[in-house]
C-alpha cells in the first residue's frame, strides 16, 4: 500500500491508478506467467503437449449487475468466477486473467481498488494470475471485460460438441439459486426506495445471496475429474440457464435428451422461497434461472457409478438420438419439450401447462 | 448472408446476433486456431519454442472516439489495429483477436455487422482470426473490447525494458496525423451543430483523418525486422504519444535519452494545418499527438546504417545513462526536458517557452 491514500482518479490519473493496482498483484501465482502487467503484452510460457484456451465476458451495470446490492468486492470476485468458469467449461486449468474497467465520475480510488481487493481475492482462490487490463473513462455506468487464458492437455479438453447417445447428463451443486438471489435482492431494493429507513432483510436468505453476488467457478470439479480419470464427452457451463445451456450442448453436439425433473438438485431455501414467497415452481427456476456457473457435463454410462450419490454431482439425464428431441419428465411422469428461452418465456409457458 | 435481413437487436437475441457475426467470420487464417467462436473458450494449438502474448484494450464511445465521425466500419478496423499493434510493440506475430460490444438501444444488426466488417478486414489484413467476444446491452453508448493473442520467439521478444546507453531511438511512420485529424474532425463537428446543412470540408485533409479513424498496426516492420535479423533491445508503440510512451520506455530500462527536433517525421500536410489553422506547434503535436499506433524503439548502434534513410523508420536520437536526463534538442540547440503530460499539459509548458 501506498503511504498517501489518493481518492480522486483525476488527481493520479490514468497511470496512477494502474500503479495502484499492480501494487496489489505482486505476487505471481504461475510459472507461466513471465510478464503480467507493465508492458504492451502480458508474455506467457505455455509448455508443449497443450492447448491454449482463451475466453472473454463482458458485465455491465444496469444489464449483469445493480451497485445497489453488489458490493464492489463481490463484484470484482464474481467478474474473475465468470471467466474462470468458462475454462472450467473446457475441462482446462486457468493461468491469467486480464481486468478492464470503463467508469464514470462516481467512481474514486479506493472504490477501484475494492474492486480489484475482490478480484485478488479470486486469483488468489484459483491459483492465477492477473496479467493485464485497461482503464478508462465511460459515459455513466461501470463496465467489465475480463479475458483469460487458460491450458489443457489435447486428450483432456471437452468441446460442447461431443456427446454421444447413451451419455450421461451431469450436473454440479444446485441451480436456482443465484435467480432467487436476484428476486430477494430486487425485492429489498423495492422497500428501500419507497422506506428507505428500512432495515434490509436478508437474515435465512445467505445461500441464493451468496450464489448471486459471489458465485465459484467448478475448478474443484475439473481437479475431481483428473482425479477420477475420467474426460467428459461434452461441458458447458450453466450462465444462462440449464435449459438453455442443455440444448446450446446437444445442438452442438447433433443429439437429442431427456432430463428428469426428480432428480433436479435445488437447495431446499431456495425451493421454499421460489414457491412460498415468490410464488415460482421451483422447477421453472432450476431450468431457466441461468447465473449459477455450474457445470453441466456428459459422461460414457459406464462412469455412472462414480456419480451414484455423489454430494457434488447429480445425474440428471441421458442423451438421446438427435431425433428422439429434447424433453423433461416430469415427476407426474408426463414429457415437456425443452425450451431455450429465457425466463420470461418460459414462465407463460408455465402458466399454459398448469402442471408446472 | 442469411436470406432475411434482420434489423433489430431484440427480434434476434444475442445468440442470433452472434449467429450473425460468426457467418461473417467463416474463414480460418491460422492454422493454430482450433475452435474460435463457438465454445466456452477459444481453443489454440500454440507451438513449443515460443511465448505466448495477450492484450486487452477498451474503445469507448465519447471517451476514444465519436460516432457522429467515426463510421463504424472503420472503428471495426481501429479496434482490431489497436490490438496488434499491442503485440507488434512485444516484436510478436498477432494469432486471433476476440472482440466484445456492449451496446445501447441505438444499435440495430446491420450497424453492428458494419462494426464486424470492418473488423473482418482488419483480420484479413493482418492474417488474424477473430476467436471469441460477448455481445451484451450498455445504459448508453458503445463500448468495445478486444482481446489479442499472439506468439512470438524468446530470442526475439522485445520488452521495454532492454534500452541501453547508445543505443538508437527509432520511430516508425510520422507522428501527429492522428491528432490534427481529430481537431479537423472536431472543427467540422462544430461548423454541422451550427449549420447542418453544410457540407463537410474534409478534401486536402484525407491523410490526417485515415490517422484518427483508419490507423495500421506496423506488422510490416516487425516483418522487417525478421527480414534484417535485427531485435529491438526495446519496444513500444506510441499509442499515448511520443514524450509519455518514450518516458515508459526510459523508465522501465532505468536509462535516460535525447532526441532532436530536427529529425522527427511529421506529414507535411500535418504541420502545415497544425501551424497555419490550429495555430499549434508541430513539434508539440509529434510530441504529444499520441493515437498514431506507430512503433518506437531501440537498437544497438552498429545497426543504425541499416536505418540511415529509411523510408518507414527514422532515428531520432539515442539512449543515455539514467542521471543525464530525459530531453529534447531544439533546432536551435536549446534543450528542453521532456514532459510526461497528455496534451493540454504540455501545450502549457509550451507556452511558457516560447521559442517552441
Not at 489518493?6 to 497511470?15: H, L, P, R, T, V
Not at 497443450?50 to 472473454?56: G, P, Q
Not at 463484484?75 to 474473475?80: E, I
Not at 471467466?83 to 493461468?95: F, L, R, T
Amino acid at each position: 500500500m501506498s503511504k498517501k491514500e489518493y481518492i480522486n482518479i483525476e488527481e493520479i490519473g490514468e497511470f496512477g491508478l494502474i500503479e495502484e493496482i499492480k501494487k496489489m498483484f505482486h505476487d505471481k501465482h504461475r510459472a507461466e506467467t513471465l510478464m503480467g502487467i507493465g508492458d504492451d503484452a502480458a508474455v506467457l510460457n505455455m509448455n508443449n503437449h497443450v492447448l491454449t484456451l482463451l475466453s472473454t465476458d463482458n458485465l455491465n451495470e444496469g444489464v449483469h449487475f445493480d451497485l445497489f446490492y453488489t458490493p464492489l468486492k463481490h463484484l470484482g470476485f464474481k467478474s474473475v468466477s465468470v471467466s474462470v468458469s468458462d475454462i472450467c467449461a473446457m475441462n482446462g486449468e486457468p493461468i491469467g486473467i486480464t481486468v478492464s474497467i470503463a467508469l464514470d465520475s462516481r467512481f474514486t480510488v479506493p472504490m477501484v481498488k475494492e474492486f480489484y481487493e475482490g478480484v485478488h481475492i479470486a486469483c488468489e482462490k484459483y491459483g492465477i494470475d492477473l496479467i493485464g487490463g485497461d482503464t478508462t473513462g465511460s459515459y455513466k455506468g461501470l463496465f467489465i471485460n475480463t479475458s483469460i487464458i487458460g491450458r489443457v492437455e489435447k486428450e483432456r479438453i471437452a468441446y460442447r460438441s461431443g456427446a454421444h447417445p447413451g451419455d450421461l447428463i451431469c450436473v454440479t451443486g444446485d441451480l436456482g439459486g443465484a435467480y432467487i438471489g436476484l428476486l430477494i435482492m430486487q425485492r429489498e431494493k423495492e422497500v428501500h426506495i419507497e422506506a428507505p429507513r428500512a432495515t434490509l432483510k436478508l437474515e435465512g436468505y445467505e445461500y441464493p445471496i451468496e450464489r448471486l453476488l459471489k458465485p465459484e467457478a467448478r475448478l474443484d470439479i475439473v481437479k475431481l475429474l483428473r482425479e477420477l480419470d475420467v474426460v467428459p464427452t461434452a461441458m458447458i457451463d450453466v450462465s444462462d440457464g440449464l435449459a438453455s445451456d442443455l440444448l446450446h450442448l446437444c445442438t452442438a453436439s447433433n443429439v437429442g435428451c431427456v432430463i428428469y425433473e426428480d432428480k433436479f438438485p435445488i437447495d431446499p431455501v431456495v425451493y421454499r422461497t421460489a414457491l412460498l414467497e415468490f410464488n415460482l415452481n421451483p422447477t421453472t427456476v432450476f431450468l431457466s434461472g441461468g447465473e449459477d456457473y455450474e457445470l453441466l457435463f456428459t459422461i460414457p454410462e459406464k462412469y455412472g457409478d462414480l456419480f451414484e450419490n455423489h454430494s457434488d454431482v447429480t445425474i440428471i439425464g441421458k442423451i438421446l438420438p438427435q431425433e428422439e428431441g429434447t424433453y423433461m419428465v416430469s415427476k407426474s411422469g408426463n414429457k415437456y419439450e425443452l425450451i431455450a428461452q429465457g425466463w420470461d418465456a418460459f414462465r407463460k409457458y408455465m402458466r399454459e401447462n398448469p402442471e408446472q
